[in-house]
């Protein structure tokens, strides 16, 4: 009896074993599936959080985008160049040019009257539908701070102010922000032209003085101020155009409401520190 | 067995006994997947998937392989040993694991060729199912012979509703976590924990469920 059990045992459990072990070699040379080695090797350079940066569902999309030739290793914002140059050589192709973009949030909102006290939940979605929101101002700033729970990276945070601001060295221009925000404030524009209209509404001159101590009254002294003919003021908000911008700072000057300005000053860039005085930071404010 | 017997299966497997919500067995993926709607669909498909057959196939094997023979008549074991053996008490519990983890890397290299994307989606849980104790937990209580011995169908049946219940489950509780994923939950509260006071509540809730078939 002892030793039936011994052996009995030994022989299901062998038997189970071997049957089971045909199978699922059966199955994995019936069901295998065709994958480039290089898939891989590029998931390993690639920083695989799936951030959409490049435009593509995620990473692996990318790899595959990169080894079909349709995506090039420098629309990867998270890569350092070096890393890229690899990426190229691993997938035949060229690093490509790439501009670094960082979020903006272009609303400056100052003492923006609340048309009703929101205590829903704390989402700048929700409560942009319940009324409209609770800015009188609809192109203003909610200030729940989504945008800042969304960024995967966490290069945003809510100030003292309630206004977002961009971390431009954590920033990668996902887009997650621009996508997220119910007011269409934050745009992903280039680290080079640091200069900015901080507002988007498009009400009326007369309408936005009542709602915002921070608005584009349309007063065009801008555009008269600018040299280059960079900037227009159209649909009541002043444009920029980057291709013409010189960065001279003319209309930061020029500009009555002071929303036109260097945003290196709010966002504290590392870059800003030896440029920009701390007497221009009280000035600016 | 009447058609009622099979509705009592079906139904006492999905809401009277409950895996997750009566028996709290396979609480792993259960609070790790269902945090999206479609990923809950998919794992619990896969469950179910694997829970119909490892039912059918444990069944097979407790009751042609592990049972002595003078009781079913038909053990194969003793027809080759030639003596009474009974393995049940040394073996099931070690073979079931190994029919189990089987069918799931079947699973899983299907999965791989046909659905890429919820082959993705599952990541780890899909090789987790393995160790998922609901799978584990309906294979051996369909090969219980108290209250009675359930027959193939029965077995399989009941394997089949169980997966069913789980992914009920699943889907009643990835609905409740897009939406608390919004609210203003204290910190401390935030994610797991949250989910398991939502798992208890939905749990009392399904207690209403337990005097419908008699006792139980």
């Known amino acids: 009896m002892e030793l039936g059990f011994i052996i009995g045992s030994i022989f299901v459990m062998l038997g189970l074993g071997a049957i089971f072990g045909a199978g699922l070699a059966v199955a994995s040379a019936k069901l295998k599936v065709d994958r480039d080695p290089r898939i891989d090797e590029l998931m390993d350079l690639l920083p695989g959080v799936n951030c959409g940066a490049c435009g593509l569902s995620g990473c692996e999309a990318m790899a595959k985008a990169l080894l079909a030739g349709n995506a090039e290793p420098s629309e990867c914002a998270l890569i350092p160049p070096d890393v890229a140059e690899r990426v190229a050589e691993v997938a035949g192709t060229d690093v490509g040019q790439r501009q670094k973009r960082v979020a903006v949030v272009l609303c400056r909102a100052k003492d923006v009257g609340r048309r009703h006290d929101y205590s829903g939940l704390s989402d700048c979605s929700a409560a942009a539908l319940l009324q409209g929101g609770p800015t009188d101002c609809v192109y203003a700033c909610i200030g729940l701070g989504t945008c800042a729970d969304v960024c995967p990276f966490e290069a945003i945070t809510m100030g003292e102010d309630e206004l977002p601001r961009v971390d431009p060295e954590k920033c990668v221009a996902c887009g997650k922000c621009v996508q997220v925000c119910p007011r269409n404030i934050i745009s992903l524009l280039s680290v080079e032209k ?80 030896d440029e920009v005085t701390a007497a221009e930071v009280k000035s600016g404010e | 067995m009447n058609i009622s017997g099979y509705a009592a299966i079906i139904f006492g497997s999905i809401f009277v006994n409950n895996f997750l919500l009566a028996r709290f067995l396979g609480l792993c993926p259960f609070i790790g997947v269902s945090k999206r ?55 099931k519990n070690v073979s079931y694991i190994l029919v189990i983890a089987a069918l799931v890397q079947l699973v899983e290299i299907t999965m791989r060729k046909i659905s890429p994307a919820l082959y993705r989606a599952l990541g780890i849980y899909l090789p987790l199912i393995t160790t998922n104790c609901a799978v584990m937990g309906v294979a051996l209580l369909n090969t219980t012979d108290a209250p009675r011995r359930f027959s193939f169908v029965e077995a399989t049946l009941q394997g089949f509703a169980a ?53 139980g």
């Not at chain 2, 119909?52 to 027809?79: D, K, Q, R």
């Not at chain 2, 990835?174 to 208890?200: H, N, Q, W, Y």
């Open chain 1, 194 to 273: 640091y200069v900015h209209v901080l507002c988007s509404s498009h009400d009326k001159g007369g309408q936005v003085r009542k709602l915002c101590e921070a608005g584009c009254i349309a007063c065009k002294l801008c555009e008269k101020a600018c040299e280059f003919d960079a900037i227009k003021v159209e649909d009541c908000i002043a444009k920029i155009d980057y291709e013409k911008c010189t960065l001279c700072g003319k209309c930061v000057e020029a500009c009555p409401r002071g929303i036109i300005r260097d945003i290196r000053i709010d966002q504290h860039w590392p870059k800003a520190t």
């Open chain 2, 37 to 91: 709607t479609d990923e809950a669909v998919g794992m619990g498909m896969a469950v179910t998937f694997v829970m119909t057959l490892a039912s059918a196939v444990t069944w097979l094997l407790y009751n042609y392989l592990l049972l002595p023979g003078a009781e079913t008549g038909h053990n194969i074991m003793s027809f080759i040993m030639g003596n009474e053996v009974n393995l049940v008490p040394i073996l």
């Open chain 2, 163 to 215: 997966g069913i219940g789980f992914m009920m489950a699943m889907l009643l509780m990835s609905a409740i976590r897009e939406r608390l994923a919004l609210a203003d939950v204290p910190r401390s509260m935030k994610g797991v924990p949250v989910a398991f006071i939502c798992t208890a509540l939905i749990a009392l809730s399904f207690l209403g469920f337990a005097g419908i078939l008699g006792a």
